[in-house]
């Protein structure tokens, strides 16, 4: 439907994401930075910009921005500058954004995204750190506005892509593979529905061989889903006034996530003025070469590494390394499940089954109720034929349930797989010899019986038979 | 640099301050000679000089990445003109 509506256009598709740096204080203050703490209860004298306070620079929050931009494989600047940008608004205190404009802690870099197309490279143009602004409350109150200035100060890396995606899709892929870098490096948490990670998307569309549109930003989507939405709406809303002889106005929007549509929120007229100007309250910031070597040194293996090593060592496929590296968590547990078992068993499992349960119980892999531990005895059991594919599903349920271990439950439930031969010869035996009718009808040419005799069998077993055996057995019976 | 009464009202608009009519032709002229006198130091040559931000032979001061929450939520509010349930109060802003 999206590509119907777009067909013959071109999208053009630049990102900024805000992303919170996991420091335990603020970026120029040390005030606490945690979530959902009383108003106004992480907030000291330089958050609330009381006169003749001086900002600090948090030397961790440097660490993570510029490990950040190794990262994005991007050039990090030994030489930047922080600047005011000003506007007025009620939860900027300080009448501006302590910020960096000409002169950003990390310069060019890139990351790669798969598509549909293959593996595509996503120019990033820059990273710079800034704070973040206080809290407004607009619904508390029919005529006042409140103000929380709790997140006021927090640090922030805002990562600018260049124009490069050219679908929702894209677009989606990209900021979910700059999350999963950043929270490989542990430089933000990722967490979108708090905050901590979240994105201002512009978009324009024009003809294919014309040249760009007029682009609308739109503000402040916190979810890939929004931002996939967000991104469909405005693409048709430009088409259909383009078609209709009109034109785009640069402007920016706002994503209304009940209704899936977005509102003009100021237009270019209205656009800030933001009269940059370095701050005199801070020097420029300059990094040392050994410094920053032993960051490059620190790097731990990043998603890009480990789905090429996943591919060599386990044979996986492209497509399942992908979405097992994409989450740090899950590539970890995958790791000390795989260790001497079957790679294809396991990713099996882990994105199929234990998926499932995840997602019907609405956790992430960090609050897995089944540890990598239980996952990997319980695959033990289906290797060695103790149990069947089916029985090992009953038994990760319950083992969802009680916390017991695979082989305790197998034990309790008497659904041990009987593999031994002699006694699934005595039930193959037994069945053929109460169906001498049946058996004369297969060897006159009727095959589908075949499975009528398996059936019975396991049946008789009560399902516990190894169903490979009983068919080996049934078949060579037949054949007789 | 010239001043002119657009850019004034502009500026007085961008910081939130009201400008009247009557104001207008001297603030206009005050900002100008301020202007005309920061203008001066266009009068130094410093195409030889590299461009800095600051002056000083600094580094930039840091600091770790500690807590130190001493500032109570009573203390922050003090001077807060309308205060209620721990928040700040302003006039109603919707943008």
């Known amino acids: 439907m999206v590509a119907q509506m777009i067909e013959g256009w071109n999208l053009v598709i630049g990102i900024e994401i805000h992303a919170q740096v996991n420091s335990k204080s603020k970026l120029f203050s040390s005030s606490p930075t945690d979530f959902g703490s009383k108003p106004n209860s992480q907030v000291s004298l330089i958050d609330a910009a009381m006169p003749g306070m001086l900002p600090v620079i948090n030397k961790f929050c440097i660490e993570q921005a510029v490990k950040s931009g190794i990262g994005l494989n991007a050039k990090i600047n030994k030489n930047s500058i922080f600047d005011r940008k000003n506007y007025f608004y009620q939860d900027l205190p300080q009448g501006y954004q302590i910020s960096q404009y000409k002169d950003p802690i990390v310069g060019e870099g890139f990351v790669e995204i798969e598509t549909k197309n293959g593996q595509k490279k996503i120019g990033v143009e820059r990273l710079h750190l800034e704070q973040d602004a206080g809290k407004s409350l607009h619904d508390q109150d029919p005529n006042f506005t409140f103000v929380d200035l709790n997140r006021s100060g927090i640090a922030l890396m805002e990562i600018v892509s260049k124009p490069d995606m050219n679908s929702p899709e894209e677009a989606v892929e990209y900021v979910r593979k700059v999350r999963s870098i950043l929270r490989y490096l542990g430089t933000c948490d990722g967490n979108m529905e708090q905050g901590s990670l979240r994105a201002d998307v512009n978009v324009s569309v024009n003809k294919p061989g014309n040249e760009l549109g007029t682009r609308c930003e739109i503000k402040n989507l916190n979810s890939f889903k929004f931002i996939h939405a967000a991104i469909v709406y405005e693409a048709r809303r430009q088409i259909k006034l383009i078609e209709q002889g009109e034109s785009v106005n640069q402007e920016t929007r706002l994503f209304n996530t009940q209704s899936g549509e977005t509102r003009s929120m100021r237009s270019k007229e209205d656009a800030h003025d933001y009269r940059y100007f370095p701050d005199p309250d801070l020097l420029p910031l300059t990094l040392d070469d050994d410094w920053i070597k032993g960051l490059q040194d620190s790097i731990p293996e990043l998603p890009d590494q480990i789905k090429e090593r996943f591919i060599n060592e386990y044979s996986l496929s492209s497509y399942d390394a992908n979405i097992i590296v994409s989450d740090k968590a899950t590539s970890e547990y995958f790791e000390d499940v795989v260790k001497n078992r079957n790679p294809k068993l396991v990713t099996t499992w882990v994105t199929g089954e234990l998926f499932s349960i995840l997602n019907k119980k609405n956790l992430i892999m960090e609050d897995s109720p089944i540890t990598s531990k239980q996952l990997g005895e319980l695959i033990d059991n289906i290797e060695n034929g103790k149990i069947s594919n089916r029985q090992a599903k009953e038994v990760l349920e319950e083992m969802c349930e009680s916390g017991k271990g695979a082989s305790e439950i197998i034990d309790e439930k008497g659904l041990s797989q009987i593999s031994d031969e002699n006694e699934i010869e005595s039930l193959v035996d037994s069945v053929l010899n109460s169906n001498p009718e049946n058996v004369k009808k297969y060897k006159n040419g009727k095959d589908k019986l075949f499975g009528f005799f398996v059936g019975e069998a396991m049946k008789l077993s009560k399902g516990k038979a190894n169903p490979k055996i009983v068919n080996d057995l049934i078949k060579k019976k037949l054949s007789q | ?95």
């Open chain 2, 1 to 95: 640099m010239e001043f002119d009464k657009k850019s004034l009202l502009k500026l007085g608009k961008l910081a939130r301050i009201s400008i009247n009519e009557d104001n207008l032709n001297n603030l206009s002229k005050d900002l100008n000679s301020i202007l005309e006198f920061v203008d001066q130091l266009k009068e130094i040559k410093t195409d030889q000089v590299d461009p800095t931000s600051n002056s000083l032979n600094q580094k930039l001061e840091v600091r770790d990445d500690k807590v130190d929450n001493k500032n109570s939520t009573e203390d922050v509010l003090e001077n807060a003109p309308e205060k209620e349930m721990d928040f700040f109060v302003v006039p109603k802003v919707i943008e």
